[in-house]
């Protein structure tokens, strides 16, 4: 009797994946029916494709800051119905959030690194000669035409700014921009540090390679360390404070003009307290004139 009734337990079993398999195959075929025929799809596929695209829109044309809540308030505003459930769980799908109060900045662009340098100065900002440690931070600038941005890379020796850009965008080019023309004017031989801030242009793939073929070693300051990158922070400080701030901006050439003659004046003519008030340019000038004596005596 108990083998019987096993047999009968496992037929049912069997019926029961057959009927499953069957069921499978069937949505598996109308699913690839339906993308070779967006037509054929139901209706709800329809009206989500529809309202998805206006939720987005909604989303966008209010800074990408509402939620789920708000972007159903606005759509009815708009005489868009919808039910507020639809449009959170569209938004879900779309991977469309609200900003909250106290939330912090997560952009990561695709080149970020995953594993980040490690900070080789400790808010040590000093060095013993030129081409041994540079710091490098950007800002931004309010203009007529939008927000500008400006990046300088110093070196540590005498604070002379050796490399600087300016752009309409804060994407990586624009800092490994400024990178390269420090590297092109200053041609580093000897062992040399370059310290950043941790934002994301700074340990990107793509400016941390540009170190290393450099012969650079990057270093980046460590979280939740508001001193991680004081002197650069300073020097664009200076720069705002002496240019920025004493007027309103049109655009970008305006600023470029501006950064242009600053960094001229500051390099070569800007007296700097911290290396006994006389211009980079000079300080730089004092040393090799004493090493160079040195290597003559020896």
Not at 209 to 219: M, Q, T, V
Request: aromatic content about 10%; some cysteine; overall charge positive.
């Amino acid at each position: 009797m108990g083998g019987a009734t096993d047999d009968k337990a496992r037929l049912k079993q069997l019926e029961k994946e057959n009927r499953e398999l069957r069921q499978a195959n069937e949505t598996y075929h109308l699913h690839k029916a339906r993308e070779a025929a967006p037509e054929t799809r139901p209706a709800r596929w329809h009206r989500d494709e529809a309202l998805s695209a206006t939720i987005e829109r909604v989303w966008r044309e209010n800074k990408s800051v509402y939620g789920a809540d708000k972007v159903w308030k606005q759509l009815h505003r708009e005489g868009v119905a919808a039910a507020r459930c639809t449009v959170e769980r569209l938004m879900r799908r779309a991977g469309l959030k609200g900003v909250r109060r106290g939330d912090p900045k997560r952009w990561r662009p695709i080149d970020e690194v995953e594993e980040k340098p490690l900070d080789k100065v400790n808010r040590q900002f000093k060095a013993d000669r030129p081409n041994a440690l540079w710091v490098s931070d950007f800002t931004y600038i309010a203009t007529w035409q939008g927000f500008i941005y400006a990046a300088l890379v110093i070196d540590v020796f005498a604070r002379r700014i050796v490399g600087w850009r300016v752009s309409g965008s804060a994407q990586t080019q624009f800092v490994l921009d400024a990178l390269e023309q420090a590297v092109w004017s200053r041609r580093p031989g000897e062992k040399l540090v370059h310290h950043s801030d941790r934002g994301s242009q700074y340990v990107s793939i793509r400016y941390t390679d540009r170190l290393l073929d450099a012969g650079i070693e990057p270093s980046v300051g460590s979280v939740g360390d508001s001193y991680d990158n004081a002197l650069a922070e300073t020097v664009i400080g200076l720069f705002k404070t002496e240019v920025i701030y004493r007027q309103t901006w049109r655009g970008r050439e305006d600023v470029e003009w501006a950064v242009a003659d600053w960094v001229q004046w500051y390099n070569t003519k800007r007296l700097l307290g911290p290396i006994g008030y006389i211009p980079p340019a000079e300080a730089e000038a004092a040393f090799y004139a004493e090493t160079s004596g040195y290597a003559k005596a020896a």
